[in-house]
């Protein structure tokens, strides 16, 4: 929010720079995002008196002698057709900076350092300045509008600087309001803060006016007042519209906000000022001499100030006249009741509307101004009553209109006056863990105007109404301490505490140790957004009817392709490939542990499951199929339990390269080469790998204890034998033949394939190293090649496998 | 006498035929070879000499066999001292010829790191678990009642605005900050309660500092007396911990829901400790995150009497201290997996 240094002077007499009052600012809860001076680009410039202007033939141009009191006197060539001799105008000396501007003379282009300048072989030793060139718009200071020079008051000092003059020398605060302080959304309210906590007297805005005795027939109703607690308004007529004064126009520029006529401007000036939106309709276009505050008819219409048409619902409040919608509540006036030049009497509108409906028919209907923002923030009625007055009050400072004796106010019984509260010092202290001084505490409530009464431990206050978050001491206790300083505040380490023991639990170290085991084996972790994109289901090419498909979807998602829960981890990881290639990666390892969301019921009725899984990614020429299951091996080692593998199919990995992953008989995942056609869609140049593997699944062995197996006593054996077998017989089913052959194999390692023309058409070798480990005694080689023989013989009743000669 | 006359010319005649022989050898191969030969007990000139000690007379054996020895022992000595000088030319061209560039490139290991996140995370939790506290992990997809309404957020209230929500359903929302665990861990678990809460959470937010899914870690602790010197105690422990040993904290009021007082903490900008710099934008103080002492209301939501108990609690950004930390500055660099942002970080 913006706030005028000169507009906070109002009410309080500040006696501190700029630089303190934004620290002061700071300490007590209000954070200045920034803080400047109006005419921060704007330097050396003063009051030149022109004491003589001389046409130079042939041009628009002057020739002028230019006195600037103690700087000096000047010659100084000007365009401007309204410089002339006896006048007063900004002049900016040699070394001074003013704004740039485009040919038009209103553009501001920049910022410029004057320097010694040449027209037409005249030289000029400075310059004569517009109100454009100074950064004073009309608004701002009367005559800077115009496309000429900038003329400054007669009695204007010669050679004194201008920005004083000018109104530049004011600070504009940009501070930053958190959200359980809407009674700070204004100027006032946050003189109020700057009084506290400089401790000096807070002035009130005049509210004073006198009511004549005219009286109209008219009626207020509100039929919706849950959705408005208070409603009031009051008749103004003999309404002349004009133009604001000067020092308004300024404020609200200051601010913001552009000035249109007194009447509009009026209610601007109390919402900057006193945080209360109000409304001036058009008396002569209110139907039926009535106003209702109800919620809209489902289809009903209404055209706003900005020429915008809305449909409206049952969910919106509009504020009627005896026949129609005049005003869609909150948020801005109809286009029929507007303020026109015409205007001659009108209805003001202060009131306090729900903001929760403010906020979703602004939302609903996309429709945002300043009143529909500040009603969001939450409005409170103590400022709703006082708004009104301050409102009638410039009305008879503006002389623009005559009070009324008709007047409502409609309310739901809410007082405007201090409630108590009473709460124990020593729990407040207890909240900080410090003791403030009781004098300290007093002096800091009385401050805040809470009218503090300290009786023993009792702390009794009247909180003013427009402090609705007081309510409990912890709402003290911050009071207390954001005036009295955290710099009081002294650090202890939970001395009261019990000791707990902590500490990752079981689950939580062995995914540390799953992740940590993924890095040695040369892959990065990477983490990516637990929602995706419909199209990542086409990616994997899954038909109509898998399960994926069913995926939550985000009511409101930024985009469509952060859309759906992820229902499986693959597609970003081959999205996270193609990008890597796409930077020229190409090769490299990536493996993500996230969650994927399962519903249980669609829309969700309760928590879907959320599945630990684990995904990996390999890519390059130097990767292929054993090199990402040797990957996945990786986690049965970390886990010290064994994996199984069976040839399987899926719908986006190649249909010879694609396993799925065993644990106990259960599937918990799969690995394989991503297709080719969704590498060439994805502009891939090298092979990618993909595995995805069920983490949940497998937290049934994280438990699982570590035991040493002692080494061997006696001498382990080792044999190699070389089978040849039909192609179609896998590793895994060899290997197991041969394992469940002899109770003495520790070990089967294959070492060699091999397929060739002289082993027979369809035919491969496998070599197998097998280690026999004995347990209780030696072996002899009888033992040994009694092994053997069983060995040869199952592999070959079996899977018709012999040894190769 | 004849014969020893004769065996003295001929054992001369032998040892100039060696050195005329050694001359001529000219790798360790050779001289390993020709030694080979002359020391062959059998055929070898000096090696076959012994054979003919039984035809010397006995009176002349010992001489004989002297004499023997005398050229048995120069003859080794000749090629031991040969096979030397070869052997060491021999090494010297072996190294010669294995002459490498030093500066080449080394051969790349494969190499992996954890992501920046889980580094962060994985210290910020290391430090709380070595306090005492335990680690709990929330779900991503909540229900408002505990992403909102426990933690003191009713449906109109404007702190909600605060926070740009991803909805699933009227009821279901992803979480969007870790304190929705809070409430789950206070109904589940009596004080005294240290839990620090690591997690994904959502708003709907994206640009270069806002992603629409980032981590927080919350921190909570409910017990008897705990105060907001505690709170500032416990988090200045932290940051020391993370940011070095001179790093100070800072505290100043703000506005959570669910705290009360709530506090924005700042830390002594560790780069220029304090004198003004980029990174703090010359202020010498960094936002790291929002604490409070835990609201009431929120406690007896849970069903903890606040006349007994009281609590702290803080959230921080994951990400933020990451970026802080090394200077990352794109929070969308941190969801990409990109090789060349992921390999740079090894903390």
């Known amino acids: 929010m913006l706030v005028p240094l000169s507009w906070l002077k109002d009410y309080v007499d ?23 001076e109006v005419g921060h680009d704007i330097s050396n410039v003063v009051v030149g008196y022109v004491k003589t202007c001389e046409d130079i033939p042939d041009t628009h141009l002057h020739l002028c002698q230019v006195d600037a009191g103690p700087h000096g006197e000047f010659q100084i060539c000007c365009g401007a057709d309204n410089v002339v001799a006896g006048g007063k105008f900004p002049l900016a000396l040699i070394g001074a900076t003013v704004y740039a501007t485009a040919k038009d003379h209103k553009t501001v282009e920049g910022v410029m350092k004057i320097g010694k300048g040449k027209l037409r072989g005249y030289e000029s030793f400075g310059m004569l300045c517009s109100g454009v060139e100074l950064g004073v718009s009309e608004d701002m200071y009367p005559g800077a509008g115009y496309n000429g020079l900038l003329v400054l008051p007669e009695d204007a000092e010669v050679g004194a600087d201008v920005k004083p003059i000018l109104g530049l020398d004011d600070y504009i605060f940009d501070v930053s309001i958190t959200s359980n302080r809407p009674d700070c959304q204004s100027i006032f309210g946050i003189a109020r803060e700057v009084a506290a906590v400089l401790e000096l007297p807070l002035k009130m805005p005049a509210l004073d006016y006198t009511e004549t005795d005219v009286t109209i027939p008219f009626s207020v109703s509100v039929d919706a007042q849950d959705l408005c607690p208070r409603y009031s308004a009051h008749y103004v007529y003999d309404v002349k519209i004009e133009q604001s004064p000067a ?89 029929n009741s507007e303020i026109l030049d015409t205007t001659s009497a009108v209805m003001f509108e202060s009131a306090k509307f729900a903001h929760d409906n403010i906020r979703k028919s602004s939302k609903a209907l996309g429709q945002v101004s300043d009143a529909s923002a500040r009603y969001t923030k939450g409005v409170d009625e103590y400022t709703t009553v006082m708004a009104m007055k301050r409102a009638l009050h410039l009305v008879e400072e503006l002389n623009c209109g005559k009070v009324s004796a008709t007047k409502f106010d409609i309310n739901t019984g809410n007082s405007v006056e201090p409630f108590e509260l009473k709460v124990s010092v020593k729990q407040v202290n207890g909240v900080l863990g410090i003791t403030v001084p009781d004098e300290d505490i007093v002096r800091i409530l009385t401050n805040l105007d809470f009218a503090p009464v300290l009786e023993g431990d009792e702390l009794t206050m009247h909180i003013p109404a427009y402090r609705e978050d007081m309510q409990t001491y912890q709402d003290v206790a911050e009071e207390v301490i954001r005036m009295y300083g955290y710099e009081h505040i002294v650090p202890t380490f939970i001395p009261t505490a019990e000791v707990t023991m902590g500490g990752y639990t079981l689950r939580q170290k062995r995914e540390i140790k799953l992740k940590n085991a993924l890095c040695a084996a040369g892959a990065y972790e990477g983490i990516h957004y637990s929602f995706f994109s419909p199209s990542d289901l086409d990616l994997i090419r899954l038909p109509e009817d898998a399960p994926e498909r069913t995926a939550i979807k985000l009511i409101n998602p930024i985009n469509v392709d952060l859309s759906l829960m992820r229902t499986t981890l693959a597609p970003q990881m081959i999205n996270a490939i193609a990008r890597n290639q796409k930077k020229g990666i190409l090769s490299g390892r990536i493996f993500e542990m996230g969650n994927k969301f399962i519903p249980k019921s669609l829309p969700l009725t309760e928590y879907p499951d959320e599945r630990e899984t684990i995904c990996i990614g390999a890519f390059g020429e130097d990767e292929d199929f054993f090199s990402i299951k040797g990957i996945v091996e990786v986690i049965a080692d970390a886990l010290d339990i064994k994996f199984e593998y069976e040839q399987t199919s899926n719908t986006f990995l190649h249909p010879y390269r694609t396993a799925k992953v065993l644990c106990d008989g259960k599937e918990i995942g799969y690995l394989g080469q991503v297709l080719y056609e969704i590498c060439d869609e994805l502009d891939m140049r090298v092979p990618a790998y993909v595995a995805e593997i069920d983490l949940r699944a497998l937290t049934e062995y994280y438990g699982k204890d570590r035991k040493f197996t002692p080494l061997p006593k006696f001498l382990e054996e080792k044999r190699d034998f070389c089978f040849v077998m039909d192609k179609e017989i896998t590793c895994a089913q060899v290997e197991k033949v041969i394992m469940d052959s002899c109770k003495y194999i520790s070990s089967i390692e294959l070492f060699d394939v091999f397929e060739g023309i002289q082993l027979g058409i369809n035919k491969k070798s496998l070599a197998f190293s097998v280690v026999f480990t004995p347990k209780d005694e030696e072996f002899t080689p009888e033992l040994i090649d009694g092994f053997v023989k069983k060995i040869l013989k199952n592999v070959e009743k079996l899977l018709g496998a012999t040894l190769r000669v | 006498m004849t014969e020893l006359n004769e065996l003295s010319e001929k054992l001369s005649a032998i040892k100039q035929e060696i050195k005329n022989e050694l001359v001529n050898l000219t790798s360790s191969k050779s001289v390993f070879e020709y030694r080979k030969n002359i020391m062959d007990s059998k055929t070898g000139k000096i090696g076959s000499l012994m054979k003919e000690m039984g035809k010397i007379p006995k009176e002349l054996k010992a001489d004989y066999g002297k004499k023997v020895n005398e050229i ?68 991503e997809i909540e229900t408002d009642y505990y992403n909102f309404t426990a933690l003191n ?118 780069q220029c400790h304090g004198c003004g710099c980029r990174l703090c934008k010359g202020t010498g ?63």
């Open chain 1, 247 to 335: 020092w308004m126009r300024r404020r609200l520029a200051l601010v913001g906000s552009s000035s249109i006529s007194n009447m509009v401007d009026i209610t601007n000036y109390v919402l900057k000022e006193l945080g209360q939106p109000m409304h001036a309709f058009d008396f002569n276009y209110l139907e039926a001499d009535a106003i209702n505050v109800r919620r809209a008819n489902d289809g009903e219409k209404i055209i706003t100030l900005d020429e915008k048409e809305f449909t409206l619902t049952n969910n919106n409040l509009v504020i009627c006249d005896g026949k129609k919608p005049v005003a869609l509540a909150g948020i801005m006036g109809g286009l």
């Open chain 2, 153 to 270: 957020i009713p449906q109109d209230h404007p702190a909600r605005d605060m926070q740009d929500t991803f909805y699933l359903s009227p009821e279901y929302l992803l979480r969007t900050q870790t304190s929705s665990g809070q409430v789950h861990v206070m109904e589940e678990q009596k004080p005294p309660i240290k839990i620090v809460s690591p997690g994904k959470v959502f708003r709907s937010d994206d640009d270069a500092t806002h992603s629409p899914m980032f981590t927080q870690m919350e921190g909570l602790v409910v017990d008897k007396g705990i105060t907001l010197c505690d709170l500032q105690g416990m988090l200045d422990v932290f940051v020391q911990k993370i940011f070095g040993e001179e790093t100070k904290t800072r505290l100043r009021p703000s506005y959570f829901p669910f705290t009360e007082p709530s506090v924005e903490v700042d830390v002594s900008c560790f």
């Open chain 2, 72 to 139: 048995r022992n120069w003859a080794q000595a000749e090629f031991e001292a040969l096979d030397n000088k070869l052997k060491e030319a021999e090494m010297r061209a072996k190294y010669e010829s294995e002459k490498i560039d030093v500066t080449l490139p080394a051969k790349k290991l494969k190499k992996g790191n954890l992501h920046p996140n889980t580094q962060v995370r994985n210290q910020l939790v290391d430090i709380f678990g070595s306090m005492g506290f335990n680690i709990y992990e929330g779900r």
């Open chain 1, 14 to 36: 500040i006696n501190v720079d700029p630089d303190t009052l934004e620290e002061k600012l700071f300490s007590c809860g209000f954070e200045v995002e920034e803080k400047y």
């Open chain 2, 285 to 347: 103080w960094i936002e790291i995150l929002g604490a409070g002492v835990v609201n009431k209301s929120v406690l007896e939501g849970c069903g903890i009497d606040s006349s007994v108990y009281s609590g702290i609690a803080f959230g921080i950004g994951i990400e933020r201290v990451a970026m802080l930390k090394y200077g990352i500055n794109n929070i969308k660099n941190l969801f990409e997996s990109d090789l060349r942002v992921l390999d740079q970080i090894d903390d």
